[in-house]
DNA sequence: CTAAGTGTACTAGATGAAATAATACAGTTA
DNA sequence: TAACTGTATTATTTCATCTAGTACACTTAG
């Protein structure tokens, strides 16, 4: 379910989180599904129970998670309209990294095209090629 | 000619190297240019002289900067044809990016429109030297 | 030659974020 | 009661970043 780096630069509570938004968003999880413990995922991956409870109580503050003492942690009902009302935001980032990718002189077509197979396969995660022309993926490193 | 935000998550190491490729790319320096010396520039922006070595250090090692001790930095001649062959990864991160938007159910002709408006507008950043078509400068980066 | 500029190297220290470790408390549930 | 759940606290470690200070070798203008 997860796939922590801990050799990246992103912190693994970073990583949790983005997860678990990316999971919400394909549906995968659902409104009111319960997640995995908080020492329950810190065995399964052989993390502190600290960072794991950094990254829900995180989760929960923005609304996505609901965290109920004694019981567990549950998909909030509005988290896919939280994330996706943020992830509008990227559009601006799309467009900054577009602005570099045009400066290097590569063809606009490649940009575009590079826009199409997202649509057209948008649950292809990192370690998942799921369908595609979806080159090698090899580090993921430089999150800058 | 340099903007360096302190408060970022991203080193301001980073923010240098990344400026000065921005700068390279979009021809505001071209090849054989010298480039702001380390103490002028550490004093420039109120930096550390280490900071700024380092960040010329690393652009010297990947063959963008040649430096020359006793003269002074140089843009590389194919310094620009290095840039660009990088800048092709940066096609993988495009797609990473659309795939998110894609899941957060945003129109695909909203994502086309941010790269068409980067094309039509690539000099478009935080420091915008003379470049190209200065145009109102309301993007403001969040970090990275 | 001298002086001021250049890149480079090195050690040392300060700072902050991230992660770990070890407890502890309170609520829920079989 | 026992085993789970989330939550809170403190201390410690680790690491990257940045700063500070010094030093050396080179180039160039005077």
Do not use: W
């Not at 197979?117 to 430089?142: D, F, K, L, S, V």
């Amino acid at each position: 379910m997860f796939n922590i780096d801990g050799m990246s630069r992103q912190p693994v509570y970073e990583q949790i989180i983005q997860q678990l938004e990316r999971l919400v968003l394909s549906g995968v999880m659902k409104p009111g599904e319960q997640i995995p413990s908080v020492r329950g995922l810190s065995v399964q991956l052989s993390i502190n129970p600290n960072t794991i409870q950094k990254a829900y109580s995180e989760l929960d503050r923005r609304g996505i998670l609901c965290s109920v003492p004694g019981k567990g942690c549950f998909i909030s009902d509005n988290a896919h309209i939280l994330l996706a009302e943020n992830r509008r935001k990227d559009l601006d980032k799309l467009e900054e990294l577009a602005r570099g990718i045009a400066l290097a002189g590569i063809e606009k077509r490649e940009a575009i095209d590079a826009v199409e197979r997202a649509y057209q396969n948008p649950h292809a995660a990192e370690g998942n090629p799921g369908g595609g022309q979806t080159q090698a993926i090899e580090e993921r490193r430089e999150n800058g």
